[in-house]
């Protein structure tokens, strides 16, 4: 072991070049796994993880989570970049920034983020730059809440309209078919797109895409596929009724995902990488309900178009879906292990695979489950708001130790010079 690093009056920590203020510059970045020998070998869940040009220094990431807190013009405040920051210096792997709708119609409530303006893409640079400047990665998913936008906040718990009363914009809502979510629910009936208007909302994630990456400086997108929002609306038998090109056949219905994909991808670098995530089962009583199968086969697709990652969720789709305890009754498993091992085995190394849900309960069984390859990166809510250090938690619980942020690493480990003697250990650890 390194004998304690003496600090020296001529010793100075640089300040990170991406910001205007001072934050010391890291050497490396938080929740690198940090060996204690030469031979030591990291668990799967610190191992790093290859997603296009990105290198995640571990495979957990921070999954979005809406925090209602935008101003009244969709724009990021200075909670989001505290709320952000308290994640993004604590080491996961990857830190996804809430649903952000890409239309004005798409909100899914008042105080969502927007990113159809360049002014709201300019309010979320200071967040991304703070990233940068701790080493750490971030993307953000881009959504359209379809029948299911200008909801209430969920903190209120009404599961009712937004009006006019206070900044809603439910007479705006549109979906694939003017069918509401909840028959004699509190939820308007949308109204029902044109093809022109599907071009334009088309192009709405194209350009969203394009903000997010050549404004704010993210690096990954992630397109909101799921829990019954618009681009999960057209795929869906259940929400999709439309008789043109848009709906019917399997092919039909996922056209407009397609060419979502399509628009993002062209509106962006070749290598800045984007990730889907889907609903990949409704949990619906409906006969025709959406399945693994489907999902399956959508799989093959986004293979095909160059999806980096898929983000395996379920349901949103049916209200009639029943309550979800996380855990999977017959398996006895996170409720999403299931679909992503399903996927996992269908598309093996062609298409990274991610899995959402519980995950946070058990280090152990997590680390197991990215040991058998069940999928590649474990993305975490609410385990991260209850305890924004939960990746310093898990190294804790597995009994091995990770690189801190330097501001972090009151009297722990390890201290400047062991840092720095094993930077060149650290980044020659293979990536895979």
Known sequence: MTVPYEVKPSDEIKGAPEVSYYTPEQPVPAGTFYPQSSDEVAPKIFQPLKIGKLALPNRIGVSPMCQYSADYNFEATPYHLIHYGSLVNRGPGITIVESTAVSPEGGLSPHDLGIWKDEQA?????IVDYAHSQKQLIAIQLGHGGRKASGQPLFLHLEQVADKSVNGFADKAVAPSA???RPNGNLPVPNELTK??????????????????EISGFDAVEIHGAHGYLINEFYSPISNK???EYGGSFENRTKFLKEVIDSVKSSIPNDVPVF????AAENS??????TIEDSKKLADILVEKGIALVDVSSGGNDYRQPPRSGISKELREPIHVP????????????????????LEKDPELLNKYLEEGTFDLALIGRGFLRNPGLVWEFADKLGVRLHQALQLGWGFWPNKQQIVDLIERTSKLEVN
């Open 122 to 126: 300019e309010k979320l640079k200071p």
């Open 179 to 181: 069918l509401a979510f």
């Open 196 to 213: 022109d208007e599907i071009k334009r909302v088309v192009k709405d994630f194209g350009a969203a895409a394009r903000r997010a990456v």
């Open 242 to 244: 439309r008789t043109d």
């Open 276 to 279: 889907l995530r889907i609903s």
């Open 285 to 290: 009583p409906d006969p025709e309900a959406w």
């Open 339 to 358: 679909l992503s091992r399903a996927i996992k085995q269908h598309v093996g190394d062609k298409l990274l695979v991610s899995c959402v849900g519980g």
